[in-house]
């Protein structure tokens, strides 16, 4: 607390910078929020010469005395939560990558291992506690501030003000030893078999078992397309065998000796899954949503794969990738918990969806101009592909769109109207708007002259 004080001091007399004295006022100074600093898109975790306001002291983990909900500070990172909670055998719904921070994920929506069965990370949150853009610092819930609530549960890290700990409700392990997971990876004559198993999956299987949970990507190694299947069982026990709702997968065939599965904390798995390459070089994110379809899902990936492969000999070190993961009925329907949330998701009838992301990774800044104007004819083209089919969705996933993405064009119109009021409603002088003095995100306003 004494930290989120002392930051509450500096913001109220204008003093965030070293060495800004006493008495002395910063009348204009921009500013960006960093938890984890995942987000890859220019200026949504640093202020290039303006401050970087970093959470990362604000890294305490309150257990609540009857062990439903934990306090988490908004500078932590998911990989050392999920260990702190593990030691009292609790855990909560949040990222599936260590090195991801609480706070970005959690107020974009946050896809979790544990999401259909509990909702994603946003849908769990009891309150938020944040400095508003007036410096004041308010608890918000679901009974003292219902509008503003619901609109921190999915809109985005820079609409509202600093969220500098949340309550989220905490869970028991269901196995003390951890979860299962396991892997194979495939030949792209493989994607076919593949896809379609993913239409059964996302219609019909991830339903009958809210325990479940699976990501297909599809990557270029050496220019070689290889797939890969990443499950999670959240209660089978036998690290030997292959969950039923899986064992589809493992029949098929997969590249020699790729095949795997143990049971082990979460806070393993999620330092598995971190992608050393996404941080340390050059990376963007796009996305899109669609209807699940093997036939889309196979035409999305030739069109990305096409485009990627008419680049690949021309730069020194790219790694294109393309994810496909389920947004199942459970996951929809948990949306509607609490108020519901800022995505307006669950106001539609409730169907499964699927996400689409493309992750390209590269090395030399020489090369952006020509790896981006790729990746975005890719997603334009894959994107077309799906709307002519009559399978396209326009949500966008904040979490994973693409800074010249519009993530707002797909909201629900009454939904957006609502966000775009609250916004107003709580930052009346602009500061977190679109030519406010907070950087990054995606903002549901103008700053007004």
């Known amino acids: 607390m004494a930290e989120i004080a002392r930051l509450e001091k500096d913001l109220n007399e204008g003093r965030i910078l070293p060495g800004v004295a006493d008495g002395e006022r ?3 100074c921009h500013f960006a929020i960093k938890s984890g600093g995942h987000d890859p898109n220019p200026g949504s975790n640093n202020a290039e010469d303006g401050v970087t306001i970093d959470l990362v002291r604000l890294d ?7 062990r439903k909900s934990v306090k988490i500070g908004a500078g932590l990172r998911w990989g050392e939560l999920y260990l702190k909670l593990e030691r009292q055998n609790l855990t909560v719904v949040g990222g599936r990558q260590a090195d991801i921070g609480v706070g970005g994920l959690t107020l974009g929506g946050g896809i979790s291992f544990y999401s259909n069965r509990n909702g994603w990370a946003c849908d769990n949150v009891i309150s938020f506690e944040m400095i508003l853009p007036d410096t004041s610092i ?3 819930t679901q009974q003292s501030h219902p509008d503003i609530y619901r ?7 820079s609409n509202f003000g600093i969220v500098t700990s949340f309550v989220l409700e905490a869970y028991e392990l269901s196995n003390p030893i951890g979860l299962w997971s396991g892997s194979k990876v495939y030949e792209w004559n493989k994607f076919s078999d593949l896809a379609n198993l993913n239409h059964q999956f996302y219609t019909e299987s991830v339903d009958q078992n809210p325990n479940v949970v699976i990501v297909n990507t599809w990557f270029q190694d050496g220019g070689v397309w290889l797939g890969n299947v990443f499950c999670v069982h959240l209660t089978h026990t036998d690290p030997l065998t292959w969950p039923e709702p899986f064992q589809s997968y493992e029949q098929i065939e997969g590249f020699p ?10 806070s393993n798995i999620t330092i598995q899954q971190v992608q050393p390459s996404n941080r340390s070089q050059r990376n963007v994110v796009g996305t899109f949503t669609y209807r699940p379809s093997a036939a889309i899902e196979q035409e999305i990936a030739n069109i990305v794969r096409e485009e990627a492969d008419a680049i690949e000999t021309r730069l020194t070190d790219f790694t294109p990738v393309s994810v496909f993961q389920p947004l199942s009925r459970n996951m929809l329907e948990k949306m509607k918990v609490r108020g519901g949330n800022a995505l307006g998701l669950a106001d539609e009838t409730v169907e499964p969806l699927a996400i689409f992301v493309a992750v390209w990774v590269w090395h030399l800044s020489s090369e952006d ?4 104007q790729a990746h975005t004819l890719a997603l334009e083209r894959a994107e077309e592909a799906a ?3 009559g399978l396209w969705h326009p949500y966008k996933y904040i979490n994973y769109a693409r800074g010249d993405q519009d993530v707002w064009s797909g909201a629900v119109e009454e939904n957006l109207r609502e966000l775009r009021r609250v916004q107003r409603q709580v930052d009346p002088s602009g500061v977190f708007t ?6 990054g995100g995606f903002k549901l306003n103008e700053k007004l002259e």
Do not use: C, H
């Open 26 to 28: 910063m009348e204009i």
């Open 257 to 266: 000796n790729t095949t795997f599965a143990s049971i082990q904390p979460l």
């Open 369 to 372: 101009e020509l790896v981006l």
């Open 60 to 66: 305490r983990v309150d257990v609540a005395k009857d």
């Open 138 to 140: 308010q608890t918000i």
């Open 151 to 157: 609109a921190l549960r999915g809109a985005g890290p």
């Open 434 to 439: 679109d030519g406010g003095l907070a950087s």
């Open 387 to 389: 709307k002519k089919s």
